[in-house]
């Protein structure tokens, strides 16, 4: 793809992807903190402050990005999915650094 198939639709989908991920971590850090029996001021604070967590949290959060690629998948609106994806892999250079860099 390149930029001159660049839509609306693509633009939607992107900030969906950049968003959701970010809307989603403090749901996920909730339902950890319920499971392990932990406060979520206590798991916020691994959060904020150590890296490979944050990375792992973020990890699971952006499972939520797999919903909205279905739904508008079967919804047959491949501009807006493929905006989902591209803002799924926005993700992936932080979390390639915090796995395997640092």
Sequence with gaps: ????????????GLILGLLS????IPVVIFLLSWV????FQQMWHMFTLDPMT????????????LAWFY?????????????V???TIGFLPYI???NFIM
Excluded: C, D
């Design 1 to 12: 793809m390149n930029l001159r198939n660049w839509s609306i639709a693509h633009t939607k």
């Design 54 to 65: 944050r990375s792992k949290i973020m990890s699971i959060a952006i499972i939520s990005n």
């Design 36 to 39: 392990q029996n932990f406060q």
């Design 85 to 87: 994806i591209v803002g």
């Design 21 to 24: 991920p970010l809307i989603f």
């Design 96 to 98: 390639i650094y915090v």
């Design 71 to 83: 739904t508008f998948l079967n919804r047959e609106k491949y501009g807006i999915a493929m905006g």
